[in-house]
């Protein structure tokens, strides 16, 4: 089966600095999702990853995705304190149609 | 706004009781639909997929008679903890998307806590 690993599982930032979150599967990604949630809420979509070294943006963050589909990484541009929440990568089983798997999340708190 | 709405937010209870939840995707037809189980301070673990008309599909480990799934529709899906007990309390969610290739969209999550 499909495992992601996330980095780091926590993170606390300076508002206005940058972060950058890892993950890394142990297999080639065929789908990778980034969502962010907020502690005892559902989950936000945020980017769509499918192809090798694919890279989006959307207003300060921005997600991309190796050559080799094993590893996607997620970045915050000047981060502020709405950035703060949990941050969750999935990877789509292309066996089992749109099945998720995610990572273990990643924490992050933005300190004024 | 919301694509997927799940109902109700929070439910406390007895233990013993059985406790429903309702997904539903709000302006699309979904014929798969998916439930998540979510612990403290822990990632999202997929507990099974609803299958419109036909019998859910549940990950290894899942009891599918402690966990009903019903997908009677194409826009709603619920889940059913039968005779709940303290360990079943939990952070449920589901999720749906438009078409294969598409995000998922997920529902706001239903807190379970079993007295």
């Known amino acids: 089966s499909q495992e992601l690993e996330q980095s780091p599982q926590s993170l606390i930032v300076q508002e206005g600095k940058n972060l950058t979150i890892n993950c890394t599967s142990s297999?080639?990604?065929?789908?990778l999702y980034w969502y962010k949630q907020k502690y005892g809420e559902g989950l936000i979509f945020l980017m769509m990853?499918?192809?090798?070294?694919e890279e989006k943006s959307h207003e300060k963050i921005t997600a991309k995705l190796d050559e080799k589909k094993q590893q996607s990484s997620l970045h915050i541009t000047a981060s502020q304190p709405s950035h703060a929440g949990i941050y969750l990568c999935?990877?789509?089983?292309?066996?089992?149609?749109?099945?998720?798997?995610f990572g273990g999340g990643t924490r992050v708190l933005v300190k004024p | 706004g919301a694509v997927v709405s799940q109902h109700p937010s929070r439910v406390i209870c007895k233990s013993g009781t059985s406790v429903k939840i309702e997904c539903r995707s709000l302006?699309?037809?979904?014929?798969?639909m998916f439930w998540y189980r979510q612990f403290p301070k822990q990632s999202l673990m997929l507990m099974a997929t609803?299958?419109?008309?036909?019998?859910?599909?549940?990950e290894q480990g899942v009891e599918k008679d402690k966990f009903l799934i019903n997908h009677a529709s194409l826009t709603l899906s619920t889940l059913t903890v039968t005779s709940a007990h303290p360990e079943d309390s939990s952070f449920y969610i589901c999720?749906?998307?438009?078409?294969?290739?598409?995000?998922?969209?997920f529902g706001d999550g239903t807190r379970l806590s079993i007295l």
């Open positions: 990853l499918q192809k090798g070294g």
């Open positions: 999935g990877a789509e089983s292309k066996a089992a149609g749109n099945k998720l798997t």
């Open positions: 297999k080639t990604l065929y789908g």
């Open positions: 999720s749906a998307s438009r078409q294969v290739n598409q995000p998922q969209h």
């Open positions: 302006d699309f037809q979904a014929t798969t």
């Open positions: 609803s299958n419109e008309g036909s019998k859910a599909t549940y």
